[in-house]
């Protein structure tokens, strides 16, 4: 993905810049850009008297671009910094389809929780307009997001899979940014039990070899490795995710939205909402109907 962006949508608060060091992370491990971006609002844009539109709004650019140049060199990152004006009857979600689009980013990243609209991204509407943005991975934090503790490389990544060809989705989003030898991906698949042992057997030697034809999906010269994760029927299907990240010191985990299974609904927007409100680490998602 070397020189394709990660934008990193911002809209002003602190709480919506939480995602952007683990955001530069991913970057720097993908060899690309980092831009940090916010959308100036009209309730931004403040007019002296007398003062031209035009002005207000350049004004209102410059002040904002010099913040976020000022959070940048904070933090000691290198990236840029960069403000897009709404357009009448303009949508946040559409602006940022479309700076996505315009600058072909690779990765869009962003908070769940800002004070703005963007707080409800993975509902309705909004959701589904980001997420459409033709090719892009998005990576999202939640309320628990808590600086990251991996740093350096490799960058890990824990990918999970229900074993639906639609929970596929994230593994062909996430291939093009994966650089050999400064990634590792782990395939993990959570394994209900079932009541007889050698049913249990079968389906468990099954989700083993589903992952293992997965692999095929990433670069061959990407380090992958597999992992199935037994709980017990109905058990946290959630927690034994974020236990494998954590037991990893995975940077993210990455996951398909509205990827269903006859079994489980396992990686609905549902199950995503509720990994992005518990999880310490930000998930990388892509639609089912990804590029």
């Not at 683990?22 to 007398?50: C, F």
């Not at 509902?123 to 503790?149: K, N």
């Amino acid at each position: 993905m070397s020189g394709r962006p990660v934008i990193v949508s911002t809209d002003g608060s602190v709480t919506s810049r939480r995602v952007l060091p683990h955001a530069a992370l991913l970057a720097a491990a993908a060899g690309s850009p980092l831009l940090l971006l916010q959308v100036l609002l009209p309730q931004d844009i403040e007019r002296e008297p007398g003062e031209a539109p035009e002005v207000a709004l350049e004004r209102a650019r410059a002040r904002i671009e010099a913040e976020l140049r000022h959070v940048l060199e904070r933090d000691g990152l290198e990236g840029e910094a960069c403000v897009e004006v709404l357009g009448r009857d303009e949508k946040v979600a559409a602006r940022l389809r479309r700076a996505v689009e315009e600058r072909r980013a690779g990765v869009l990243a962003l908070a769940s929780q800002g004070h703005s609209m963007l707080r409800h991204v993975l509902h309705g509407s909004v959701a589904l307009d980001v997420l459409s943005a033709p090719g892009v991975l998005l990576m999202m934090s939640g309320p628990r997001i808590e600086l990251p503790s991996a740093h350096g490389l490799p960058y890990r990544v824990l990918a999970t899979s229900d074993g639906s060809p639609a929970s596929e989705t994230v593994l062909k989003a996430l291939a093009p940014v994966l650089a050999p030898g400064r990634f590792h991906v782990t395939l993990m698949r959570v394994h209900e039990r079932e009541p007889l042992p050698q049913e249990d057997a079968r389906r468990l030697a099954e989700c083993e070899q589903g992952l293992r034809r997965l692999r095929d999906l990433l670069p061959a010269d990407v380090d992958v490795d597999v992992f199935v994760r037994e709980i017990p029927r109905g058990g946290g299907i959630d927690t034994a995710i974020i236990e494998k990240a954590m037991e990893l010191d995975a940077h993210a985990i990455a996951m398909s939205t509205h990827a269903v299974t006859a079994r489980r609904h396992v990686l609905m927007g549902s199950v995503a909402t509720t990994m992005l409100g518990r999880s310490p680490l930000p998930l990388l998602l892509a639609r089912m109907d990804f590029g």
